[in-house]
């Protein structure tokens, strides 16, 4: 299907949409399709062994109560309460008010926050972060934000601390019709491992790790990379 990478314009002289992939444009298109989105992957873990294994090493390496975010924990906060079950003091952050409204009605034993995923530190008052899981958060920006982001990762990650990021592989950066079928166009932003290799290392993190699998058969046809990494 095919990418656009401009907003579309309004004959008709009415607010312009927002910037595609922008903050404003993720708040729009995430409070559209939470509701959705909860009721299909709310217990997505349960069928997903090599998500749930990943996880599970990511916490064992942090250890009892390491302090971690999940960045773009989405309505299901799934994944910030599979952290808090193997022993991580866990907070989710979500750009979406709707999304963080109904992870907390979901998961009313973990923390959340609408924060931007970019902007981590300043969610977190006690020191720096133990580690930061992003489960398929940076898809819903432009490719070329992908070393801004990273470096903002790092910079609130305390030396020796770990990052996993899973993401989907393919060359796609632009906006198409939402795959789970809402009708809502959104942001889809795909990696390579090259690339998420590269800004990994340049942000300041040590590459541990770099797996991939392919889709399960109720998923996006398209292959999961997972990438493990230490702060230098």
């Known amino acids: 299907m095919p990418f656009e990478t401009q907003p579309a314009s309004d004959p008709l002289g009415r607010a312009a949409a927002p910037e595609p992939g922008s903050v404003a444009?993720?708040?729009?298109?995430?409070?559209?399709?939470?509701?959705?989105?909860?009721?299909l992957?709310?217990?997505?873990?349960?069928?997903?062994?090599?998500?749930?294994?990943?996880?599970?090493a990511f916490a064992a390496r942090l250890g009892t109560r390491a302090r971690v975010v999940d960045a773009g924990c989405g309505p299901c906060g799934h994944v910030a309460a599979f952290l808090a079950e193997h022993g991580l003091d866990v907070l989710g952050v979500d750009l979406s008010p709707r999304c963080i409204e109904l992870?907390?009605?979901?998961?009313?034993?973990?923390?959340f926050e609408v924060t931007d995923q970019r902007a981590v530190a300043p969610a977190v008052n006690d020191g720096p972060l133990d580690g930061l899981v992003s489960y398929y958060s940076l898809h819903d920006q432009p490719k070329r934000?992908?070393?801004?982001?990273?470096?903002?990762?790092?910079?609130?990650?305390?030396?020796?601390?770990?990052?996993?990021v899973v993401a989907k592989e393919g060359a796609g950066d632009g906006v198409i019709d939402d795959p789970l079928g809402t009708g809502v166009r959104v942001y889809w932003a795909e990696y390579s491992e090259a690339e998420l290799r590269s800004a990994a290392e340049v942000a300041g993190f040590v590459v541990d790790e770099l797996t991939a699998r392919d889709a399960y058969d109720d998923e996006i046809r398209a292959r999961r990379i997972a990438l493990s990494a230490t702060r230098r």
């Open 103 to 111: 992870a907390r009605l979901e998961q009313p034993g973990i923390r």
């Open 41 to 56: 992957f709310r217990h997505e873990l349960d069928g997903k062994p090599f998500d749930r294994e990943l996880l599970a």
């Open 25 to 39: 444009d993720v708040v729009r298109t995430w409070n559209a399709r939470a509701d959705l989105y909860l009721e």
């Open 145 to 164: 934000e992908i070393p801004d982001t990273l470096a903002a990762w790092a910079a609130a990650i305390r030396p020796g601390g770990r990052l996993l």
